[in-house]
């Protein structure tokens, strides 16, 4: 199981879609892919292309992303009280919380903002 970070989303869906193949690979492989609804706040608050939506629909419904619930409330506060600086990090800190209680890997571009999370389980770089 795979939690995608926001990066990944934006890398795979948008641009030069450089991040595509791997995620594709992911799927083909059978890996299953997991959003958290962080993560969608985060993609649908940027400029969006309509067909840019549509791909993440297609692949990602937006009804299937994972809840914030109470369990990532509590987990990503921890974190917070426990790691040496966790301000500006908060969204980071609540992604990984949705990973860690999945027992899922986290799949990010930007691995140093979370190399330093107790418990998180990094996907190695493609």
């Known amino acids: 199981m795979i939690v995608l970070d926001t990066c990944v989303l ?7 879609r450089r991040s595509a193949p791997a995620l594709r690979r992911a799927i083909e492989d059978g890996e299953r892919i997991l959003i958290p609804a ?4 985060e993609w649908l608050r940027g400029p969006r292309l309509p067909e ?8 990602l419904p937006s009804h299937s992303a994972l809840p914030f619930g109470c369990q990532e409330a509590a987990l990503s506060a921890g974190l917070y009280r426990t790691l040496r600086r966790p301000r500006g990090r ?7 919380a949705s990973a860690i209680l999945r027992e899922a890997q986290l799949w ?15 996907r190695p770089p493609a």
């Open 90 to 96: 908060e969204i980071d800190l609540a992604i990984a």
């Open 38 to 41: 962080l993560v969608l706040y």
């Open 108 to 122: 990010t571009l930007n691995r140093a903002d979370f190399e330093d999370i107790p418990g998180l389980r990094l």
């Open 52 to 59: 840019e939506l549509a791909a993440q629909e297609a692949l």
């Open 10 to 16: 934006i890398d795979s869906l948008t641009g030069p």
